[in-house]
Every structure is written in C-alpha cells, then in structure tokens.
C-alpha cells in the first residue's frame, strides 16, 4: 500500500525536524547516536 501525498509530506517534515535536532545538538556522541537512530529507522522503513 502506498502513501497519500498528505502521508508522504508528514513523513518528509518528520525527517527534517529530526534531521535539524540532530544538527543543532553539540555533543559529538549524541549526534552519532542520533544519525545512527535516523538511519536504522530510514533501513526499518526500506525493509517493511
């Protein structure tokens, strides 16, 4: 089943909001963790 535009555009804000978090954090640690999170859930969404 595929997304509706509406779907696809939430998910896109969704990225960007988490992507923005991760650029603003300072500590190197907690912006490697967060870019692994992101890119586990990107491989979850790929494999679904």
């Known amino acids: 089943m595929?997304?509706?535009d509406s779907q696809f555009k939430s998910?896109?804000?969704?990225?960007?909001a988490f992507i923005?978090?991760?650029?603003?954090e300072t500590d190197p640690e907690k912006?490697?963790?967060?870019?692994?999170?992101l890119l586990d859930n990107l491989?979850?969404?790929l494999e679904d």
Do not use: V
Request: zero cysteines; hydrophobic letters at 40%; charged letters at 40%.
């Open 11 to 16: 998910y896109i804000r969704f990225l960007l």
């Open 31 to 37: 912006k490697k963790a967060k870019a692994e999170e």
């Open 20 to 24: 923005k978090d991760m650029l603003d």
């Open 2 to 4: 595929g997304m509706t």
């Open 43 to 45: 491989q979850k969404t």
